[in-house]
T-cell receptor
Framework: DGGITQSPKYLFRKEGQNVTLSCEQNLNHDAMYWYRQDPGQGLRLIYYSQIVNDFQKGDIAEGYSVSREKKESFPLTVTSAQKNPTAFYLC?????????????FGEGSWLTVV | DAKTTQPNSMESNEEEPVHLPCNHSTISGTDYIHWYRQLPSQGPEYVIHGLTSNVNNRMASLAIAEDRKSSTLILHRATLRDAAVYYCILRVFGAGSYQLTFGKGTKLSVIP
């Protein structure tokens, strides 16, 4: 079945470490997104990519990095520069073009700093 | 930023219709209105979207005001599985792409 796969579902990080969250989609979508969600809050955009080898910062990009070497993959690295990384991270994808396109989300990854 | 305003929470009895309101007074002509819902610790799920006309699908109906400054998501018969946080979102073109900007949403509780 087509969809978006995020891994791992749960991840623990020690302070000062970088961690990478995986996001893979087999929907043939051009656009991919990373969102962060804190408890009881809505989603905030970290990075997005409209095409391979290109990506743009969202509203809260500081302390995060991404790459888009393949159409199917959009990994997110949470660096040690991110001071409060404990959150729920969501990857999404959509076709490009109009605002009427649906965005599909993965199941999310929980990151906890210990 | 184009923003939406929703009530923090609503309750509905099971098998009754639910009307979830959303205000978006700063909407522009090319902004699409999207609704998503989210269960705890899961990714948001698409519900419905529209531009100007009312829309129906198997999950819900979307009623859009004539001036487009408000809309209402209608669940025709609420079930326990409909209990979730519902987000009303404007999909706005900016910086070369269409983005979704999420607010806090409306937490819908369904009473058996």
């Amino acid at each position: 079945d087509g969809g978006i796969t995020q891994s791992p579902k749960y991840l623990f990080r020690k302070e000062g470490q970088n961690v990478t969250l995986s996001c893979e989609q087999n929907l043939n979508h051009d656009a991919m997104y990373w969102y962060r969600q804190d408890p009881g809050q809505g989603l905030r955009l970290i990075y997005y990519s409209q095409i391979v080898n290109d990506f743009q910062k969202g509203d809260i990009a500081e302390g995060y990095s991404v790459s888009r070497e393949k159409k199917e993959s959009f990994p997110l690295t949470v660096t040690s520069a991110q001071k409060n990384p404990t959150a729920f991270y969501l990857c999404a994808s959509s076709t490009s073009g109009t605002g009427g396109n649906t965005i599909y989300f993965g199941e999310g990854s929980w990151l906890t700093v210990v | 930023d184009a923003k939406t305003t929703q009530p923090n929470s609503m309750e509905s009895n099971e098998e009754e219709p639910v009307h979830l309101p959303c205000n978006h007074s700063t909407i522009s002509g090319t902004d699409y209105i999207h609704w998503y819902r989210q269960l705890p610790s899961q990714g948001p799920e698409y519900v419905i979207h529209g531009l100007t006309s009312n829309v129906n699908n198997r999950m819900a109906s979307l009623a859009i005001a004539e001036d487009r400054k408000s809309s209402t998501l209608i669940l025709h018969r609420a079930t326990l599985r409909d209990a979730a946080v519902y987000y009303c979102i404007l999909r706005v073109f900016g910086a070369g792409s269409y983005q979704l900007t999420f607010g806090k949403g409306t937490k819908l509780s369904v009473i058996p």
